[in-house]
């Protein structure tokens, strides 16, 4: 697990070798993102930020966000107020832009009794996601894998991450609270735990085996020819 406790402003980790070339940045002052073909998914924890993309776009506390970079051109981001915003990078990829405001408990079942809201869908089959995890008090997980990256965001609680001792493994542990940000490897297994506080988490996968296909849409399977007959 690549853990950074206390983000400071342009703190990143570097995933840009991965399957899904990523990056995460720690953002709370004034920032320009380099002229790069990419999609920027993120969250705010505290205060106010401006991202002059494509248009501008103004991202309070506790928004999550999906916007493309310029193709032509940096993308500054200015800060309003102080706070923290965390912006990761996906290259290569563009996606739809959109602003939203995080809810709470999730609205889909996770393993072991946690709960997940599915914040930014994949445009396409395959494409990027942003997730909302909600972990309550009282959660001990199952030990598990993601094939690809996992970045995530505290935004709430405490709890800790942990690997658990197996033949040569050694295993590991580690306390999270909310403002830290963090990345899963490829393949870690790993699990979280909750015995004090709930925990909350943005989560971001690079990819899915989940969305809409051209032949397989709701515009597409809720259209009937012939009022339905045939």
């Not at 490897?185 to 709930?198: A, Q």
């Not at 032949?215 to 809720?222: A, C, E, G, S, V």
């Amino acid at each position: 697990m690549i853990l950074i406790p206390n983000p400071q402003h342009a703190d990143i980790i570097d995933q840009k070798d991965t399957m899904y070339p990523t990056e995460m940045i720690s953002i709370s002052d004034d920032f320009v993102i380099d002229d790069t073909v990419g999609n920027m998914y993120g969250f705010c924890t505290k205060g106010s930020f401006a991202i002059h993309g494509e248009q501008t776009w103004t991202i309070n506390a506790d928004d999550f966000f999906t916007i493309k970079t310029p193709l032509n051109g940096e993308t500054p981001i200015e800060m309003l107020e102080e706070g923290q915003l965390f912006v990761i990078i996906r290259y290569g990829f563009r996606g739809i832009d959109m602003v939203g405001h995080s809810e709470k408990n999730g609205r889909l079942s996770y393993i072991d009794g946690c709960t997940d809201s599915l914040l930014v869908m994949p445009p396409r089959l395959g494409d990027p996601c942003l997730n909302y995890l909600h972990f309550p008090m009282g959660i001990d997980q199952t030990q598990h894998l993601h094939p690809s990256i996992r970045m995530g965001i505290v935004i709430g609680g405490k709890g800790e991450a942990f690997q658990k001792p197996e033949g040569k493994r050694e295993g590991w542990e580690e306390d999270l609270t909310k403002g830290m940000m963090f990345c899963l490897e490829e393949g870690e297994v790993h699990s979280f735990r909750t015995s004090e506080s709930y925990m909350d988490i943005i989560a971001y996968h690079p990819d899915s085996d989940f969305g809409p296909t051209d032949t397989n849409h709701p515009m597409l399977n809720r259209t009937y020819i012939d009022h339905g007959k045939s």
